[in-house]
């Protein structure tokens, strides 16, 4: 399932939490693809605190309790990092991490958890929601099966990627918009990962970050660029991500554009792309200013003079995911709409 779509179902097992018709799920997908990062946003869209429990480094003791002896009783110490009305709110989300990477008695300590929202005394607060990820078992990840009576404790999610949901992301996070560009010029390097290879370093929309933060610190040092892309990204993908950074000395002068100067796209189409996420970059940008409406109107007419319509429907569509339906009350929207004929704007 792709993200935008899973974030949805996530954000309404939350608010089942609230009023008792929460189902646990759990997220299936490989390393870097952004299952954890998924849980976060739930946390932050809904202003709740997330408690992410990385299961692979527990102990069953550690889910479970110590004990200790009460006159001539043995209880037991509830852990501190369970979610507490008092101590972490009335509402939240308590994320099991690395699921399948825990020890078998690890997962058998958390059946009770899981389905009956307690362990011996300790009870799960009503309004907190639990959520579980892991990889599968042929991702090359330390991975146990998950018994059949854990699994059935969960309503069960593979994450699809989804190039369109991670440029949405991107924009928001302010990833580098020369990242973008390569990955709408690339879209299957967006993740590629053969497990038969094992490899250290390859592209996934974590490594893709690291990339984005690696141009940040280095692009002053041509010398070292590539072996630090190389590093995040692979050996094949940094060099095809350091080729294309270089040759953008050739784009057309984007001040020009937004002022609405008449200028010709570029015959190249690495170099479409490149224009297409920068000016997209350049929307969020002005999105507050007192001339965003003209600048989004420059940006719209521009969109009518590339070669195919294609490529003028992916900036306009990259531009409304990333600043709203602020951009259908510009003059030039329905200009430029009626321009590209039958091609629809896809979502």
């Given at each position: 399932?792709?993200?935008?779509?899973?974030?949805?179902?996530?954000?309404?097992?939350?608010?089942?939490?609230?009023?008792?018709?929460?189902?646990?799920?759990?997220?299936?997908?490989?390393?870097?693809?952004?299952?954890?990062?998924?849980?976060?946003?739930?946390?932050?869209?809904?202003?709740?605190?997330?408690?992410?429990?990385?299961?692979?480094?527990?102990?069953?003791?550690?889910?479970?309790?110590?004990?200790?002896?009460?006159?001539?009783?043995?209880?037991?110490?509830?852990?501190?990092?369970?979610?507490?009305?008092?101590?972490?709110?009335?509402?939240?989300?308590?994320?099991?991490?690395?699921?399948?990477?825990?020890?078998?008695?690890?997962?058998?300590?958390?059946?009770?958890?899981?389905?009956d929202r307690r362990l011996g005394e300790y009870e799960?607060?009503?309004?907190?929601?639990?959520?579980?990820?892991?990889?599968?078992?042929?991702?090359?990840?330390?991975?146990?099966?998950?018994?059949?009576?854990?699994?059935?404790?969960?309503?069960?999610?593979?994450?699809?990627?989804?190039?369109?949901?991670?440029?949405?992301?991107?924009?928001?996070n302010n990833i580098d918009e020369r990242i973008i560009?390569?990955?709408?010029?690339?879209?299957?390097?967006?993740?590629?990962?053969?497990?038969?290879?094992?490899?250290?370093?390859?592209?996934?929309?974590?490594?893709?970050?690291?990339?984005?933060?690696?141009?940040?610190?280095?692009?002053?040092?041509?010398?070292?660029?590539?072996?630090?892309?190389?590093?995040?990204?692979?050996?094949?993908s940094g060099i095809e991500l350091k080729a294309f950074?270089?040759?953008?000395?050739?784009?057309?002068?984007?001040?020009?554009?937004?002022?609405?100067?008449?200028?010709?796209?570029?015959?190249?189409?690495?170099?479409?792309?490149?224009?297409?996420?920068?000016?997209?970059?350049?929307?969020?940008?002005?999105?507050?200013?007192?001339?965003?409406?003209?600048?989004?109107?420059?940006?719209?007419?521009?969109?009518?003079?590339?070669?195919?319509?294609?490529?003028?429907?992916?900036?306009?569509?990259?531009?409304?995911?990333?600043?709203?339906?602020?951009?259908?009350?510009?003059?030039?929207?329905?200009?430029?709409?009626?321009?590209?004929?039958?091609?629809?704007?896809?979502?």
């Open positions: 399932m792709r993200p935008a779509h899973l974030s949805t179902i996530l954000d309404q097992e939350f608010i089942g939490a609230q009023n008792g018709h929460h189902t646990p799920v759990m997220l299936w997908g490989p390393p870097g693809i952004g299952k954890s990062d998924i849980i976060n946003q739930i946390g932050t869209r809904n202003h709740i605190p997330v408690i992410d429990i990385r299961l692979s480094q527990m102990e069953p003791s550690d889910l479970r309790g110590i004990p200790f002896r009460n006159n001539e009783l043995v209880e037991w110490a509830t852990p501190a990092m369970l979610p507490n009305a008092k101590r972490h709110g009335n509402k939240g989300i308590l994320f099991l991490d690395e699921i399948t990477s825990a020890v078998p008695s690890v997962s058998a300590a958390a059946y009770q958890l899981i389905l799960v607060p009503d309004g907190w929601a639990i959520f579980a990820a892991g990889n599968r078992q042929g991702d090359r990840g330390v991975t146990y099966t998950m018994p059949a009576p854990l699994a059935n404790r969960f309503s069960h999610f593979e994450i699809q990627l989804n190039l369109d949901d991670w440029v949405a992301w991107a924009y928001q560009a390569f990955l709408r010029f690339r879209p299957e390097l967006l993740f590629d990962f053969d497990p038969a290879h094992n490899p250290v370093a390859f592209p996934s929309p974590r490594s893709w970050e690291f990339a984005h933060r690696a141009l940040q610190k280095f692009s002053n040092h041509p010398e070292l660029l590539l072996g630090t892309l190389q590093a995040c990204v692979g050996p094949s950074v270089d040759s953008l000395d050739q784009m057309p002068d984007l001040d020009a554009i937004l002022r609405g100067e008449d200028i010709k796209a570029p015959k190249e189409i690495d170099l479409q792309y490149a224009v297409a996420a920068a000016l997209v970059g350049r929307a969020i940008r002005a999105k507050d200013s007192d001339d965003a409406s003209t600048v989004f109107g420059h940006i719209l007419n521009y969109a009518k003079v590339f070669r195919t319509k294609e490529m003028g429907v992916m900036l306009v569509s990259d531009m409304l995911r990333a600043i709203g339906d602020d951009l259908f009350n510009t003059p030039e929207f329905s200009q430029w709409a009626q321009s590209i004929g039958d091609i629809m704007l896809y979502d």
